[in-house]
């Protein structure tokens, strides 16, 4: 079940739950509305076929994370972005991003798949998350730093007794947006 605004709220006013900064007003019912920043990523165009699991190919083919206030994302164009707000999860709760519908009827992707935020994400220190940004509009658009651009939705995870530890997010307090850190993740799962 989803945390209500109320509940919400209160989790930001006790503490239990951090999103730096906090403005009631882009409370929703069962939602938190986050603002895109002014950060970017570009991927560049490979003639090869790239590798998912090599981190070279993200040192090669990804931008240097860079700030503008504005951005223009064409059609079927595709880069990373990131939210002004920074967010730290306590272990009992867990998040889900979603689009706004409004977001959602330009034709703007928020994320390509990767919906969920893991409990204790941003305990080593508030993080901003990286959004997956692609227009499928026949025009380009032009994105703002501050635009409103998706929900958080925050949803408590039963506690159960596990039989060994699980790994953390490996980008838990890194600088978002970031690219794929594939290889880091897996090497530390096998």
Not at 20 to 42: A, C, D
Not at 78 to 103: R, Y
Not at 150 to 159: I, K, M, N, Q
């Amino acid at each position: 079940m989803f945390l209500s605004a109320n509940e919400i709220q209160n989790s930001v006013d006790s503490g239990e739950l951090v999103i730096e900064p906090f403005n009631y007003k882009h409370l929703k019912p069962i939602s938190y509305v986050l603002q895109l920043s002014n950060h970017w990523l570009n991927w560049s165009i490979s003639k090869e076929p790239i590798a998912l699991t090599d981190s070279c190919n993200t040192n090669n083919l990804l931008s240097s994370i860079f700030s503008s206030e504005e951005y223009v994302l064409s059609n079927n164009d595709f880069c990373l972005g990131s939210t002004i707000e920074k967010v730290s999860l306590p272990d009992d709760i867990a998040a889900v991003i979603a689009p706004l519908s409004h977001i959602a009827r330009w034709g703007l992707c928020v994320n390509l798949g990767s919906l969920f935020v893991s409990p204790g994400f941003g305990n080593t220190c508030p993080t901003s998350l990286t959004l997956e940004l692609k227009s499928q509009n026949p025009s380009p658009l032009l994105l703002k730093s501050g635009l409103p651009i998706c929900h958080l939705a925050f949803t408590r995870v039963r506690p159960g007794k596990m039989s060994y530890p699980l790994n953390r997010s490996v980008y838990d307090g890194l600088e978002a947006p970031l690219g794929p850190l594939m290889e880091l993740e897996w090497s530390k799962m096998s």
